[in-house]
């Protein structure tokens, strides 16, 4: 018996910011990113699998950026994510 995507992954829509965007070469994105061992996917995995498709670039950015989901501060990167979740990029802003 096979088990369909969708159960054994999670679909995430991450929306990269500012020099986030910059170094993703795009605004947005739908990533899939798998299961482990059919657990939980967290903020850090989909952060790991962003990284993983978009390189260096995008590797010098994320340790200084903030991250929500779903509107909500991510504080600890285990936090579980949901299938259709948004994952926002967020660099740190100049302003005035």
Known sequence: ???APELES???????FAG????AGTAEER???PRPDGGAVTAEDVITTALAQ??????RVVPACS???DGVAVRDRSVPVTDGAELDVLPPFAGG
């Open 1 to 3: 018996m096979t088990t």
């Open 10 to 16: 999670v679909a995430v829509l991450v929306r990269y």
């Open 20 to 23: 986030a965007r910059a170094a």
């Open 31 to 33: 990533i899939r990113v």
């Open 54 to 59: 978009h390189g260096p670039q995008l590797a």
């Open 67 to 69: 991250f929500l989901l």
